[in-house]
């Protein structure tokens, strides 16, 4: 027992010398947060008064309604397009036989990430604009006249792209994760008693899945909503989104209380839609 005593007090040690960076990272933020909660309750002018003013105005204005909407929009949207997109890579990359075939898809989703992300918003820009390759091709196949053009910069549906491509990558890395973690002998007992692979993916593969899948789409959708990038540099001005709005309001007009504000109520949402996959995820078993 004496011999052991060094011993515990030498990971005592260690451990207290791991948990001090921590702690003090964790005080840090909750001041951090503290002090933003504080100022969307400031008076204007920065008085010592505290008010419900900037709530009402952000929650009443058509201006920041509206950014609000697009933001809530732009995510759910950028959400299912990227669950319709990741979940056939990740099924591909997992059940492939073929090990070039699994190299090159995840060599092509892990290529993102080695890419600087305002480099591949103006790549973008080379490929949506009026005269891109989009549009090229779209005179070619007949669907757009031959003086016409798809709008897509300075528009909804190119930031939308753009948030896509940006949360693609996380998306179908979780759902590689949820593949490789099923049971692949419950499809295999499905498919002994007669299912096709139509039911057997819907009926036993999807259900299995779905744990991974909200947790995915959380993870998106919380990604999209505080894109800043996409909107600026593909929405050029016409797109404001609530990372747009925070950063005018604080930057330029110089309304830190309003700033704070949106900063707040976008925490909010997003701690309430990962609150809620959490309790879907435990529910469900995942």
Same mark, same amino acid.
């Given at each position: ?139 070619? !196949? ?17 930031? !939308? ?12 890395? +979780?759902? !590689? ?39 995915? +789409? ?22 404001? +989104? ?45």
């Amino acid at each position: 027992m004496i011999s052991s005593w060094p011993q515990q007090a030498s990971k005592s040690i260690q451990r207290s010398l791991l948990i001090w960076p921590a702690l003090i990272l964790t005080a840090f933020f909750c001041i951090s947060l503290a002090g933003l909660l504080a100022a969307s309750f400031q008076a204007a002018g920065g008085g010592h008064g505290y008010t419900l003013a900037h709530y009402v105005r952000v929650l009443t204005e058509p201006l920041y309604l509206d950014q609000l909407v697009a933001t809530l929009r732009i995510g759910f949207i950028t959400v299912l397009i990227g669950l319709l997109l990741a979940l056939p890579i990740a099924f591909w990359v997992v059940r492939t036989k073929r090990n070039w075939v699994r190299a090159a898809l995840i060599m092509c989703v892990t290529v993102p990430f080695l890419t600087s992300m305002i480099v591949r918003l103006y790549a973008l820009t080379i490929i949506l604009a009026n005269t891109g390759l989009v549009n090229q091709f779209l005179r070619w !196949i007949g669907w757009v006249p031959q003086d016409g053009f798809l709008p897509l910069l300075r528009h909804e549906p190119g930031v !939308i792209i753009g948030t896509t491509a940006f949360v693609l990558p996380f998306m179908i890395f +979780m759902l !590689i994760g949820s593949f490789r973690r099923m049971d692949g002998t419950l499809e295999e007992a499905a498919a002994s008693l007669g299912a096709n692979e139509f039911k057997v993916f819907f009926r036993v593969t999807l259900p299995l899945l779905t744990p991974g899948i909200v947790s995915a +789409m959380s993870l998106g959708f919380v990604l999209a909503s505080v894109a800043f990038s996409s909107p600026l540099i593909l929405g050029g001005g016409s797109v404001n +989104m609530v990372a747009n709005a925070i950063y005018s309001e604080a930057v330029q007009v110089l309304d830190r209380g309003t700033a704070a504000t949106l900063a707040v109520l976008s925490l909010a949402v997003t701690a309430l839609i990962l609150y809620w996959a959490r309790r879907f995820e435990f529910r469900s078993g995942g």
